[in-house]
């Protein structure tokens, strides 16, 4: 049964309507902090690479700034807050291939953290709102997006360290993506949701030790609160339009990383994970649980102050509940899967990073699930101590497998350029563009959807922080 709700599987950074949200770890936002939604391979990554360690505040503050960290309110401790106003412009606010509307957007967002570290005990308190105003008429596209987290990290002993990572997220799905592709509606209400992930780790290992093992528990659910009932067929809307109670999911997922340290700055590693995923509500005749495994090896090093990485490839599957899928059999899914980042530093005030990788995203659709690749670029540079630049290119490849109206294949691409410039020691101002693209290649029912679900959005900000 072909439904004619779809998604972009991968939305680009720094959207009009949600600037923050995301599908894959190939978007960064740059407008907005990130905010983006575990799946059922990202929520059993082990944290992946880091980016590089920031110069001191002696080599990258202006020439006014005080050397003494001013976030700092107690030995070991500090507190840091940040309030954000942005205005913005977008030229197609509803990613529509056919109607597209330029809209005015103002977003403001305040956060707050709290931070101590000893020499055993490290943690991290904060939270944050993001609330968006957009110049169409009435209110039904502003919204209030709030985030919270905590995270902490026990030495409890030489070789042993525990921690625990909590996430807790209101937000929504900007319309015209998700469940209201293409979406024929004249009334616009926006899907809002509430997510929360809740992680525990163990290492076993001194830090220089030869031998040391990870682990990582994780639970994530998210849970729609609008617009959850299924509407019948209309005249404008000749087909049943689901309601998101069929998009509520949650992912238990086990992750365990065997690490060899065979040089200071370089260990080998096998990596072993598995995800369960769940939806409390299916399609008609159609189950989109599963469960994945993973299993990758390869090296993670720092092989220099300037260069760092992780690599590691290996294979996936994963393994349907749904038997049969219009009287054909249905398989498991099984594919080559590699993970790789690095971050290079080729001169002290000039930072590179590479991503690739494959990413599994839960199905809005009724397709079993959506298959990612992807790569990402960025460049960032400090041209002065006040001035400073990002550029970020992104490809995503997003195969909906066992799609059952057919097949469905979405290529997205996203440009990101922002200039950053400090006016004061607390003040600075930026700007920037953001290009989001789409191309689509569909076939529903027999026929031919090629392009129904492209889209092209280009969006330009100005936008003022505050810190302290």
């Known amino acids: 049964m072909a439904t004619a709700i779809a998604v972009a599987a991968w939305a680009a950074p720094a959207s009009a309507q949600e600037p923050a949200a995301s599908d894959s770890p190939a978007a960064e936002s740059t407008a907005e902090p990130n905010a983006t939604e575990p799946s059922s391979e990202a929520a059993n990554e082990p944290g992946g690479a880091q980016e590089n360690q920031a110069q001191s505040d002696q080599d990258t503050a202006p020439e006014d700034v005080e050397l003494r960290d001013p976030t700092e309110i107690a030995p070991g401790a500090r507190l840091h807050a940040t309030l954000d106003l942005v205005a913005n412009y977008t030229d197609n606010f509803f990613y529509s291939n056919h ?13 707050v953290s709290y931070s101590s570290s000893s020499p055993r005990f490290r943690s991290t308190t904060g939270a944050g709102a993001t609330i968006g105003m957009y110049s169409l008429g009435g209110t039904t ?29 209101q937000g929504h799905d900007p319309w015209g993506l998700v469940r209201t592709e293409q979406d024929l509606s004249t009334t616009r209400s926006l899907d809002r949701w509430y997510s929360e992930r809740y992680a525990v780790e163990y290492r076993y290992g001194a830090p220089r030790a030869s031998f040391a093992i990870e682990n990582k528990a994780s639970v994530f659910n998210k849970s729609y609160r609008t617009n959850r009932a299924t509407l019948p067929p209309t005249q404008q809307t000749p087909f049943f339009q689901f309601g998101t109670e069929y998009l509520d999911n949650d992912i238990e997922a086990l992750d365990t990383t065997l690490l060899y340290q065979y040089s200071p700055k370089t260990s080998g590693q096998l990596n072993l994970a598995t995800a369960h995923v769940h939806f409390d509500k299916q399609f008609p005749g159609l189950t989109r649980d599963a469960q994945e495994y993973h299993v990758r090896a390869g090296v993670r090093w720092i092989a220099t102050a300037k260069t ?53 995203v839960e199905s809005y659709n009724e397709a079993l699930f959506i298959d990612n690749t992807y790569v990402n670029l960025t460049w960032r540079q400090e041209w002065t101590r006040r001035l400073s630049s990002s550029v970020h290119g992104g490809f995503n ?16 691409f996203a440009l990101n350029l922002r200039v950053d410039y400090r006016l004061m020691p607390r003040i600075v101002v930026y700007g920037g563009y953001d290009l989001d693209n789409r191309s689509s290649q569909a076939v529903i029912d027999g026929q031919s959807f090629d392009g129904e679900f492209d889209y092209d959005k280009n969006t330009i900000y100005v936008g003022l922080q505050a810190s302290y």
């Open 141 to 169: 596209d502003d919204y209030r997006d709030l985030r919270a987290l905590t995270n902490a990290n026990w030495k409890i002993a030489p070789d042993h360290r525990i921690g625990y990572d909590i996430s807790l997220n």
């Open 99 to 111: 109607d597209e509307q330029g809209v005015f957007g103002w977003w403001l967002t305040p956060s």
């Open 308 to 360: 760092t990485g992780d690599f590691r490839v290996g294979y996936m599957t994963r393994h349907f509940t749904q038997s049969t899928i219009n009287g054909q059999p249905v398989h498991n899914y099984n594919r080559f899967d590699w993970v790789i980042t690095g971050d290079w530093m080729p001169f002290t005030r000039t930072s590179l990073q590479l991503q690739t990788g494959r990413q599994s």
């Open 397 to 412: 490849n997003g195969d909906f497998a066992h799609y059952v109206a057919g097949s469905r294949t979405d290529r997205n």
